[in-house]
Structures are given as structure tokens and as C-alpha cells.
């Protein structure tokens, strides 16, 4: 995959990072890369430093990660068993009764710092919203004071070219995004 074409330069771990599909179905996770993810996300930002971020992390060949395999939706359910590890972002609800507003956005936070630290260390990921937050819960327990926000596929990248065809044309179609300006609502 080629670097995206940015309007004003940004780090190169940004511009060369991609959601993959295709992972390889036999290489173990790297377990220093994912610990090093994982610290990442740790060191998100958060409002007053509650750290609402929680994860599940699941290898596969276990049973959490079957299960998180099993609560996904349609085509993730076709790609997504390959990657080494499914991690789920779940965010903390409250804190002594007093509902977070900030809690999925700082959870947000802690998934892009683990994905930009999973690039750098030679892992891929792709996030996914498409699995079924109940049974999510139920497998692991949540109860209401969890709510998973994401899952994360990460691993190594698999080979694309001997990847089913529906799955190396999404990994060939070059990256785009709306132009900034028409993301600012204001720049004054």
C-alpha cells in the first residue's frame, strides 16, 4: 500500500498506516510490539486522568478470542479470525454514579495511540465496528459498567496476493479522505 497523499506533510507511521484485511493466519503475535501497543494506549490522554480504557486481548487459537470472533458481524467474521490477536476497546460508563461524558472519546484516544505504536512496531490493524455489543459483554463479563467501543484486529500482514479476490481488491484501492476543508467548520 502506497503512503496516503496528505495536503501538509505528517509523520510517516501516519501517511503509511492502512486497515488491513489480511493477516497472516500462521504468525504468532509479537508479543513485544503488542506489549509496546498496549503501553501506548495506556499513555492516551484522558480528562481528569480517569483512564476509562479497558481492554480484552485475545490470541488466537483461544477461547476469548473465538468468542470475540464469534460476536462479529458479517464480512469481519470472513477475515478477522486470522489476525494474532482481537483486542476489544471497552470504555468505563461512570465513575461513582456521575455518568463520563468523555469516556468514549478518551477510549478513542487509547486505540489510536495503540494503532500508531502497532504500525511503528510492524504490526497492522484494522478497527471494526461492526460485532455485537451484547454478546461482547456477556462473554466477558462487562455487565453495565463496560461498553465495548471497538474491535481491533492486529497482527502481521498476510500475503495479498494469494488473499481471496474480494479481499485484495479492498487491499489495492487507494486511500482517500474529504479534503480539510471540509472537515473545519471554522477557521478564523
Same mark, same amino acid.
Given at each position: 500500500?502506497?503512503?496516503?497523499?496528505?495536503?501538509?506533510?505528517i509523520?510517516?507511521?501516519?501517511?503509511?498506516r492502512?486497515?488491513?484485511?489480511?493477516?497472516?493466519?500462521?504468525?504468532?503475535i509479537?508479543?513485544?510490539?503488542?506489549?509496546?501497543?498496549?503501553?501506548?494506549?495506556?499513555?492516551?490522554?484522558?480528562?481528569?486522568?480517569?483512564?476509562?480504557?479497558?481492554?480484552?486481548? #485475545?490470541?488466537? $487459537?483461544?477461547?476469548?478470542?473465538? /468468542?470475540? !470472533?464469534?460476536? *462479529?458481524? @458479517?464480512?469481519?467474521? +470472513? =477475515? &478477522? #479470525?486470522?489476525? $494474532?490477536?482481537?483486542?476489544?476497546? /471497552?470504555? !468505563?460508563?461512570? *465513575?461513582? @454514579?456521575?455518568?463520563? +461524558? =468523555? &469516556? #468514549?472519546?478518551?477510549?478513542?484516544?487509547?486505540?489510536?495511540?495503540?494503532?500508531?505504536?502497532?504500525?511503528?512496531?510492524?504490526?497492522?490493524?484494522?478497527?471494526?465496528?461492526?460485532?455485537?455489543?451484547?454478546?461482547?459483554?456477556?462473554?466477558?463479563?462487562?455487565?453495565?459498567?463496560?461498553?465495548?467501543?471497538?474491535?481491533?484486529?492486529?497482527?502481521?500482514?498476510?500475503?495479498?496476493?494469494?488473499?481471496?479476490?474480494?479481499?485484495?481488491?479492498r487491499?489495492?484501492?487507494?486511500?482517500t479522505?474529504?479534503?480539510?476543508?471540509?472537515?473545519?467548520?471554522?477557521?478564523?
Amino acid at each position: 500500500m502506497s503512503p496516503a497523499v496528505t495536503e501538509a506533510p505528517i509523520l510517516d507511521v501516519l501517511a503509511e498506516r492502512w486497515s488491513t484485511r489480511i493477516f497472516d493466519n500462521a504468525a504468532p503475535i509479537d508479543e513485544d510490539a503488542l506489549a509496546s501497543a498496549l503501553e501506548a494506549a495506556r499513555w492516551a490522554p484522558s480528562a481528569n486522568n480517569t483512564q476509562p480504557w479497558r481492554f480484552v486481548v #485475545a490470541r488466537r $487459537g483461544s477461547e476469548a478470542h473465538a /468468542a470475540i !470472533v464469534d460476536a *462479529l458481524m @458479517g464480512f469481519n467474521q +470472513a =477475515w &478477522a #479470525a486470522d489476525a $494474532g490477536a482481537l483486542i476489544v476497546f /471497552a470504555t !468505563v460508563t461512570s *465513575l461513582d @454514579g456521575a455518568p463520563l +461524558a =468523555w &469516556a #468514549a472519546y478518551d477510549t478513542g484516544q487509547a486505540a489510536a495511540h495503540f494503532t500508531v505504536q502497532a504500525h511503528a512496531s510492524g504490526l497492522h490493524t484494522h478497527q471494526m465496528g461492526g460485532f455485537d455489543r451484547d454478546r461482547i459483554g456477556e462473554a466477558f463479563g462487562f455487565g453495565d459498567a463496560l461498553v465495548a467501543m471497538t474491535v481491533m484486529a492486529v497482527g502481521a500482514l498476510g500475503d495479498v496476493d494469494a488473499a481471496p479476490a474480494s479481499l485484495r481488491d479492498r487491499e489495492s484501492t487507494p486511500r482517500t479522505r474529504r479534503p480539510i476543508a471540509d472537515s473545519v467548520v471554522v477557521d478564523a
